[in-house]
Structure formats: structure tokens, C-alpha cells
């Protein structure tokens, strides 16, 4: 049986594990990468235990702990531990995003379970070629504001590394003054999270590019690498100011990742309508659903 004293904390020391066991069952959300647990670790707290070949993943924040169903080969005995143990805790949802793959076999073992779609957590999935290339009248607007973009400012790409880290630093500070952190708790959280990903890109695994305008760091995308086949853009900023800059920075990582994987994971929107609307405006190729269940 699995009891809440199996489960400790996510740290920087499990992440070789937890790859090692990705690379043998690859992931349906990017919310289990270590890059997202340890940068929100913060907000909200990630703990594991390892159980008869698999990962278990259990959140909690602001008092709400969450199971979720293991990462691992298909055990119904161990699925009805963590299922108990969820009822032991009197937990509101017998697990959490359940991927879609992994619903096939909960569904079949635990037919008393009711599924429930969290849209807002679905994640956008898009073609590398298509963000890269931009092809078609589905991106007119999109090449117009990166047209205006380049044809406006003096501006070049590079990698993050040592040499500009700090600067990168340097524009999210500026960044977060611009959009009024102070006034908004998320946004302080969003900032702390970037800033932990930006000062542990490498240990993370992360990779990331930047903008500068006129000389002078304005944007930057930080992204990980999810399965074989697919990266994830964990966070991406810009000068809003500057018209065609976020195009700039999101077509630029496009097309550094587009010979390493096919497909770009761009992540949630979190229910925020406005986000929802740019996420569906640039044509995903499908969607990572997760579901909520509960008898």
C-alpha cells in the first residue's frame, strides 16, 4: 500500500531518475516534467514516490493535495492503492490529469470511476514546420506583425548561455515592472518561476534563445524537451511594446527546434480567454486532454 509518508519532495537530485523513466514511458503533459515541477515548486509543491516500477506524482496547493494515476507499466492493484489512498485523505477527485492514453486502461480497470474533461488544462500542440514556416492564410496576421517587426528594428537571435544570462535576468525585472507584478500575485509567481528556470536552465535540461533589440535584450523562450519527438515551450516574454516581438520570439524558437522535433507543446491556457484565443488563433495540430475522476 502506498501511505502519504511515501511521498517527499520533487528536488533537482531525482530529475536523472525521472528522465531515465520517461525515456521508457513517455509522457501525455508536461505538468510531470521536471523542468515545471521544480520552477513552480514555489506555487505549488510536487512530491513522488516510486512504486513496482512506477512514478507517482501527488500536488498540493493552498491546502488541496491531488493523486495522480502512476507513470508506469499498467498495474490495477496499484492504481486502487493510490485511488484508496485518495479516499483515505478525503481528497476531492480519486486522480487528476489522467491523460488520454492512460484513461483507456484507468477506464477498463476502474469502470466505477467517473471522467470528467479539464479543458482548461489541455495543452496546445502544434507542428514545428507550421510555426517555423507560417504557411497559408491561417498565418496572414501572424507574418504581418512579424514582417513589421523586422522591418522596423534592428534586432538579432542567440542562444542563452552564460555570457547573457544576465541580461536575460535583467529584462525580466523589467518585464515584470512593465506588467505590474507587484499589483498581481500570479504574475509575481509566473516571474519566480522563470527566474528559477533561468538560473537552472542547464541542471533542468532546458535550452533557451533571446531577442535583442537595438543591442539590448527584449525577449527570450526557455524549452524542454518533452519526448522524442516533441519540446515544450515552457516560457516565453517579451516588450509588448514592440509590435511583432513576441511573433519574433515565438517564430524564432520555431525554427531552432523544427530539426529536432516534429511537434511544439505550447502548453495550457489556463481558462484565460484572451490566451485561449492566441493559442487557437495559431492552429494547432491537436490537443494533450487530461481528465479529472471520481466516483
Excluded at 500536488?59 to 494515476?69: A, D, F, K, V
Excluded at 476531492?92 to 492514453?101: A, E, N, P, W
Aim: hydrophobic share 35%.
Amino acid at each position: 500500500m502506498i501511505s502519504l509518508k511515501d511521498l517527499t519532495p520533487v528536488t533537482i537530485a531525482d530529475i536523472k531518475d525521472i528522465r531515465s523513466h520517461y525515456r521508457r514511458y513517455p509522457l501525455e503533459h508536461s505538468d510531470y516534467l521536471p523542468g515545471t515541477m521544480l520552477s513552480w515548486g514555489h506555487y505549488m509543491s510536487y512530491s513522488k514516490a516510486w512504486a513496482k516500477g512506477s512514478l507517482i506524482i501527488m500536488t498540493e496547493h493552498e491546502g488541496r493535495r491531488l493523486l495522480r494515476p502512476p507513470v508506469g507499466p499498467h498495474d490495477p492493484e496499484l492504481l486502487g492503492d493510490i485511488i484508496s489512498l485518495s479516499r483515505e485523505l478525503k481528497l476531492d477527485l480519486d486522480l487528476s490529469m489522467v491523460g488520454t492514453r492512460t484513461l483507456q486502461w484507468v477506464r477498463d480497470a476502474r469502470p466505477e470511476l467517473t471522467f470528467a474533461p479539464h479543458r482548461d488544462y489541455f495543452e496546445y500542440v502544434y507542428l514545428s514546420s507550421s510555426l517555423a514556416d507560417l504557411p497559408g492564410k491561417r498565418y496572414l496576421n501572424v507574418r504581418n506583425y512579424l514582417n513589421k517587426f523586422r522591418r522596423e528594428n534592428e534586432h538579432s537571435v542567440e542562444g542563452i548561455d552564460a555570457g547573457n544570462i544576465e541580461e536575460v535576468k535583467e529584462f525580466l525585472v523589467r518585464w515584470c515592472i512593465r506588467k505590474g507584478c507587484r499589483e498581481e500575485a500570479f504574475l509575481l509567481h509566473e516571474r519566480e518561476a522563470n527566474h528559477y528556470a533561468i538560473e537552472h536552465m542547464e541542471e533542468l535540461g532546458m535550452e533557451g534563445l533571446l531577442v535583442r533589440v537595438r543591442g539590448r535584450v527584449e525577449a527570450f523562450s526557455i524549452f524542454e524537451k518533452m519526448t522524442e519527438d516533441m519540446a515544450v515551450i515552457h516560457y516565453e516574454k517579451a516588450d509588448q511594446d514592440l509590435t511583432g516581438l513576441y511573433q519574433a520570439i515565438n517564430n524564432a524558437a520555431a525554427s531552432h527546434l523544427r530539426g529536432r522535433y516534429t511537434y511544439i507543446n505550447r502548453e495550457s491556457d489556463m481558462g484565460i480567454e484572451g490566451l485561449r484565443n492566441v493559442k487557437e488563433r495559431y492552429g494547432p495540430d491537436h490537443m494533450l486532454e487530461v481528465h479529472d475522476a471520481r466516483t
